[in-house]
C-alpha cells in the first residue's frame, strides 16, 4: 500500500486537470481519458451541447473549430483520434482531403468504412454524425463516444426540427390571419365567417386551409 | 407496369440536368419510375449515402465510382458507373490579381498559360478544387505535371463558395464546374483563363452511379433508369431544345438558380471576364451526341491511371464503367453503339467517323493538350 503513493500513475491522477472526473468515474472513464476528439461545427450552441454531452460522459480533451479553414494546422497541433462533423456540413470534402491527404502516421478513415456494426452507422446516419477516425482505432474504444454524440445530435435534430415547424406555424397564421382580413373587408363578414369560409373553400377543392390563404393573398397583390 | 421508386442523389450544378429533365418531363415516368430527387451537400455525403443504400443511384464525379471500387477515399465500396451523364463542362480560372500578373493569355489557351504560370516565382499556386476524386482534380494534376518549376497546392472548396475563396484570398485559382465558374465572374473575383476541353478534349465528368449488388439485384430497375435518363440526355442534346432546357432547368425545384447562370454552359457560350464577350466553346458541355453517354472503358482506366492504380486497379476500373450494360438496355431503343468499347484516348484531332452498328457514329476530338494517347489493351 506505501508503494502506491510512488506510484507514477498515482501522481499522475493527482496532478492531472481531469482529476474530477478520474476520481468520480469508472475504469471505463479512465481509459476514455487519452482519446483526443475534435468537433467541427459553426454554431457555437450545437458546440456546447456536444461538448458538454462528451465531457459529461468522460471524455475531457475535446476541442471544436467553427471554420475549416484553420483545419489543416489545427489538426497537425492537435493530432485527434476521432473527428465528428455534421453530415449535411458542406466542409465535408474540405475536411476529408485534409484528413487523407496529412503526412501524419496517423491516418484517418472515415468511420462509415466500418460497416461490421451496421446498427450503428445506421444510427449515426440517421442522427446526421459522420465521424473520421485514426486508423487502426479499435471499435470498441470509439463506440462510447459515438453513442454519446449520435443521442446528442438526435436531440439537436429534433430541436432543430421543431424550431422550424414553430416557425412555419407562425409564418401559416400570419397568411391565415391576413386572408381572413382580406375576406372580412371584401364581403363585410365577421372573422369566424371569414375562417369558416376559408375552411369551406378548402374542403371543397381538397386542399388545405393555408394553401387557399396562399393563393387569396398573393391574388390580393397582384390586384392592389 | 408498376411504379418503381427509386432515390436518386444529386449536387446542385448544370450538369445534373439529364435526371432533372427526366423527371420534369416524364421521361422518367414513361418507364414506370417515380425518380425522387434528392439533393446532396458534398460529395463525401452522396457517396456514403450511395454506399450505405439511403440512395439508389447518384449523379457523380466520374472518377469517385472508380477511386470506390479500388479502394480509395473515405469509403471504398464496389461501384457502376451505368452511363456517362455529361462530358466536359468545368472550367480554369485565376484570380483577378493573378490574371495581372500573367499578362496576356488568349482563352483556351492551355500551354500557353502553362508557360505563363510556372514563370511566376512567388510560392506555390494555390488551386481550388471540388473534391479530391474529381475530374477537375485530374486533369489539374496532369496538366500542371507537365512542366517543372509549377509548384501547385491542392485546396479543396465547397463550389457554391469557389468565388468567396478567390475574393478572400484562400486561393489564387480555381477549377470548378459550371456555374460556379460564371458566378466568379460576375462577381468580378476572378477571369476564366480556359476550360476543362482545353485540356482533355473529351472527359466524362459526370456519371450515373449505382452499387454494384444493386445492379445484379434490380436488372429491370436499372434498365428503365438507364433509358429515362438516355431519352433525356438526347432531349437536352437537341439544338432546338437548349433555350428552353434552360427555361425548364431554371424554374425546377431541383436547381433553383437564375437562367443566366445556367445558361453558358448550355450554349457554351463561356464569358471569361466581366463586361467582356463571350467566347463560343464547341461542346462545352455534352450530353448525348458524340456518344457522350457511352461509358468507355478505356475512359475508367485513364482515370484509374491517374489515381495511381496498377495493373489490377485499372481492370478493377474497366469494369465499373458498364458499357455491357449499356449495350444491353439500351440497344433496343435507338441508341448507335460504337464497334468497341475501348478506344485509345486522346487520338482523335478531328471529328472522325467510326464503325457503329447505327451506322452513323461520328466520335468527337479527343486529344490531350500535349498531344499524348493511352491506350489500355485488354489483359490476356
Known amino acids: 500500500m506505501l508503494n502506491l503513493a510512488a506510484d507514477k500513475s498515482f501522481a499522475l491522477f493527482r496532478v492531472s486537470p481531469a482529476i474530477d472526473v478520474l476520481m468520480t468515474g469508472s475504469n471505463d472513464v479512465v481509459m476514455n481519458r487519452d482519446l483526443r476528439i475534435l468537433i467541427v461545427e459553426p454554431d457555437p450552441e450545437r458546440v456546447q451541447g456536444i461538448i458538454s454531452a462528451l465531457t459529461e460522459a468522460g471524455w475531457t480533451d475535446v476541442k471544436a473549430l467553427a471554420q475549416i479553414s484553420a483545419l489543416d494546422r489545427t489538426v497537425k497541433k492537435f493530432v485527434p483520434d476521432i473527428v465528428l462533423i455534421d453530415l449535411s456540413n458542406p466542409d465535408r470534402d474540405t475536411l476529408e482531403h485534409?484528413?487523407?491527404?496529412?503526412?501524419?502516421?496517423?491516418?484517418?478513415?472515415?468511420?462509415?468504412v466500418d460497416q461490421t456494426d451496421d446498427a450503428l452507422t445506421q444510427a449515426a446516419l440517421n442522427a446526421g454524425v459522420s465521424a473520421y477516425v485514426v486508423d487502426g482505432l479499435k471499435m470498441e474504444r470509439i463506440k462510447s463516444v459515438l453513442e454519446t454524440a449520435i443521442a446528442r445530435f438526435k436531440i439537436m435534430r429534433q430541436m432543430q426540427s421543431e424550431l422550424d415547424a414553430a416557425k412555419q406555424a407562425l409564418e401559416d397564421r400570419k397568411t391565415i390571419d391576413r386572408a381572413?382580413?382580406?375576406?372580412?373587408?371584401?364581403?363585410?363578414?365577421?372573422?369566424?365567417?371569414?375562417?369558416?369560409?376559408l375552411r369551406k373553400t378548402a374542403m371543397g377543392q381538397n386542399r388545405k386551409v393555408i394553401d387557399v390563404a396562399h393563393a387569396l393573398v398573393t391574388a390580393a397583390d397582384l390586384l392592389s | 407496369m408498376s411504379d418503381i421508386?427509386?432515390?436518386?442523389?444529386?449536387?446542385?450544378?448544370?450538369?445534373?440536368?439529364?435526371l432533372v429533365i427526366a423527371k420534369d418531363l416524364g421521361f422518367?415516368?414513361?418507364?414506370?419510375?417515380?425518380?425522387?430527387?434528392?439533393?446532396?451537400?458534398s460529395w463525401s455525403a452522396l457517396r456514403d449515402m450511395l454506399a450505405l443504400g439511403h440512395l439508389d443511384a447518384a449523379h457523380m464525379l466520374s472518377p469517385m465510382p472508380v477511386a470506390m471500387s479500388i479502394g480509395l477515399g473515405g469509403l471504398p465500396a464496389r461501384v457502376d458507373a451505368l452511363m456517362v451523364l455529361s462530358v466536359n463542362g468545368t472550367v480554369f480560372g485565376v484570380s483577378n490579381?493573378?490574371?495581372?500578373?500573367?499578362?496576356?493569355?488568349?482563352?483556351?489557351?492551355?500551354?500557353?498559360?502553362?508557360?505563363a504560370l510556372a514563370a511566376r516565382t512567388s510560392g506555390p499556386l494555390r488551386i481550388g478544387v471540388p473534391f479530391h476524386y474529381s475530374m477537375h482534380r485530374l486533369l489539374l494534376s496532369y496538366w500542371a505535371s507537365s512542366?517543372?518549376?509549377?509548384?501547385?497546392?491542392?485546396?479543396?472548396?465547397?463550389?457554391?463558395?469557389?468565388?468567396?475563396?478567390?475574393?478572400?484570398?484562400?486561393?489564387?485559382?480555381?477549377?470548378?464546374?459550371?456555374?460556379?465558374?460564371?458566378?466568379?465572374?460576375?462577381?468580378?473575383?476572378?477571369q476564366v483563363m480556359m476550360t476543362g476541353k482545353d485540356v482533355w478534349g473529351f472527359a466524362p465528368e459526370k456519371v450515373l452511379a449505382v452499387r454494384h449488388d444493386w445492379t445484379n439485384a434490380n436488372e429491370d430497375a436499372a434498365a428503365r433508369l438507364m433509358r429515362a435518363v438516355f431519352r433525356a440526355s438526347a432531349w437536352l442534346d437537341a439544338d432546338k431544345n437548349r433555350t428552353l432546357a434552360v427555361e425548364i432547368l431554371a424554374r425546377s425545384e431541383h436547381l433553383s438558380?437564375?437562367?443566366?447562370?445556367?445558361?453558358?454552359?448550355l450554349t457554351g457560350q463561356i464569358t471569361p471576364r466581366l463586361n467582356h464577350a463571350p467566347q463560343t466553346v464547341a461542346r462545352f458541355m455534352q450530353f448525348h451526341k458524340h456518344a457522350a453517354s457511352f461509358p468507355w472503358r478505356s475512359q475508367a482506366a485513364w482515370i484509374a491511371r491517374q489515381l495511381g492504380a496498377d495493373a489490377t486497379g485499372i481492370q478493377t476500373a474497366k469494369s465499373c464503367f458498364r458499357s455491357d450494360l449499356y449495350r444491353r438496355n439500351l440497344g433496343g431503343i435507338g441508341a448507335d453503339m460504337p464497334g468497341a468499347s475501348e478506344k485509345i484516348e486522346g487520338a482523335l484531332r478531328f471529328e472522325t467517323a467510326v464503325a457503329s452498328t447505327g451506322g452513323h457514329m461520328i466520335l468527337a476530338p479527343d486529344a490531350f493538350f500535349d498531344g499524348r494517347t493511352f491506350d489500355f489493351p485488354a489483359e490476356n
Do not use: H
Open chain 1, 98 to 112: 485534409i484528413s487523407f491527404a496529412s503526412e501524419t502516421s496517423k491516418r484517418a478513415v472515415a468511420l462509415f
Open chain 1, 180 to 197: 381572413k382580413g382580406i375576406l372580412m373587408r371584401q364581403r363585410n363578414i365577421s372573422e369566424d365567417d371569414a375562417y369558416t369560409l
Open chain 2, 5 to 18: 421508386v427509386l432515390n436518386c442523389g444529386y449536387v446542385p450544378l448544370v450538369d445534373c440536368a439529364p
Open chain 2, 28 to 41: 422518367a415516368a414513361e418507364e414506370g419510375l417515380v425518380l425522387n430527387l434528392v439533393a446532396q451537400p
Open chain 2, 97 to 115: 490579381a493573378l490574371a495581372a500578373d500573367l499578362g496576356e493569355v488568349p482563352f483556351g489557351d492551355a500551354q500557353g498559360l502553362l508557360a
Open chain 2, 147 to 190: 512542366v517543372d518549376g509549377l509548384k501547385t497546392e491542392e485546396i479543396v472548396v465547397p463550389p457554391p463558395r469557389m468565388a468567396d475563396a478567390v475574393a478572400n484570398g484562400f486561393v489564387d485559382a480555381f477549377w470548378v464546374g459550371e456555374p460556379w465558374g460564371s458566378v466568379a465572374v460576375q462577381q468580378n473575383v476572378g
Open chain 2, 257 to 265: 438558380m437564375s437562367p443566366d447562370l445556367i445558361d453558358p454552359a
